[in-house]
């Protein structure tokens, strides 16, 4: 098992197989966080470099753990202290990084294409850890494998996302994901937070939350707030809340045995309320520790998958 690409840079371009491997790489590096000693030599020589451009807490600490935990060296690359801070272009720092041998660049960065155009200039493989508003793979992966370990399978299910999925990339990246293993996807929010034109890619849209949420089997939520951009595009959080906060009354509408997931930090009470985050149907701390196992069948699968 391997993926195709020497890079991870989305999920529109993964197919169904290689997501598969990923789902049943992952499974296999689960039962490594139950050990004593939670090491395998799969990774052992190879340098992972954590390059993250903006904040991060699941993803980068995630990846961190996922390199130790294949054997890897892992180094951490602060932006603000680093070369960036200078002026010195993502492209010149990450040959750089890439002269001193390192196998894997994993990065963030608030520019769409940023992980697009080092992985074109440079040998070393590069994970997308979320582009701007376009993807975000990795979290897209743990949301599926997710899915697949709690119901069994993906093909078929009615999957909700929820939220602000214009600026959302693990909304892009899930819509991509979820199409590739057959899900039906409804995504649902204010028309003025719904990328227009996103019907194309074979998803309903409703921006009723009662409507929406009808027969569903996953929730899939995105963290709503008020940026500089969503300024023109939403009245206000509390207005936002009114209308599309999932509170127990309205997942009540989602199907008897529903998953609740979140797929960055919560704002509680925006559009999630503390009862469904905390309560029986939220998976959302399940992911957290999912996405550990993940990262290692990633990170596995484009050192050729080879154990
Ligand atoms: N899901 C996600 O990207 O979370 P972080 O921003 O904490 O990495």
């Known amino acids: 098992m391997s993926l195709k690409s020497k890079d991870l840079l989305g ?7 290689e997501i598969n491997s990923v789902i049943t790489s992952a499974k296999s590096f689960m039962e490594i966080a139950t050990r004593p000693i939670k090491k395998v030599p799969v990774l052992r020589g190879k340098t992972v470099a954590n390059l993250f451009f903006e904040p991060s807490t699941r993803t980068r600490i995630s990846f961190e753990l996922a390199a130790r935990r294949l054997s890897a060296d892992v180094i951490n690359i602060p932006a603000l202290i680093s070369s960036a801070a200078s002026g010195e272009t993502l492209t010149d720092m990450a040959k750089t990084i890439e002269a001193m041998t390192v196998d894997f660049i994993v990065v963030r960065h608030s ?18 850890a979320g582009d701007g508003s376009h993807e975000h793979p990795t979290q897209a992966l743990v949301d599926l494998y997710t899915t697949k370990e709690k119901k069994g399978y993906i093909e078929g299910l009615r999957v909700a996302i929820i939220g602000d999925i214009l600026h959302s990339r693990s ?14 996807v409804v995504l ?15 998803v309903d849209i409703s921006f009723s939350m009662e409507e929406g949420l009808e027969g569903v089997d ?14 023109a595009l939403l009245p206000s959080l509390r207005e936002y809340s009114r209308f599309y ?9 989602a199907k008897k045995d529903v998953l ?48």
Not at 119 to 127: G, L, M, T, W, Y
Not at 171 to 184: E, V, Y
Not at 188 to 202: A, D, H, K, S
Not at 245 to 253: I, K, Q
């Open 188 to 202: 649902i929010g204010p028309r003025t937070l719904i990328p227009p034109g996103v019907e194309r890619l074979g």
């Open 171 to 184: 909304a892009k990246s899930n819509i991509w994901g979820l199409k590739t293993m057959g899900a039906d």
């Open 218 to 231: 996953v929730v899939i939520l995105s963290r709503v707030e008020m940026t500089e951009e969503n300024r």
């Open 245 to 253: 906060c999932l509170t127990e009354e309205r997942l009540a509408y």
């Open 11 to 17: 999920m529109q371009h993964l197919t169904f197989e």
């Open 111 to 128: 520019m769409a294409g940023a992980p697009h155009q080092l992985a074109r200039q440079i040998k070393s493989s590069v994970i997308n």
């Open 260 to 307: 609740v997931m979140h797929s960055g930090s919560m704002n509680r009470g925006v559009e999630i309320s503390p009862q469904v985050a905390d309560g029986a149907y939220s998976v959302i701390i399940e992911q957290v520790t999912n996405g550990v196992a993940v990262n290692m069948a990633v990170l596995y699968l484009l050192a050729g998958g080879k154990k």
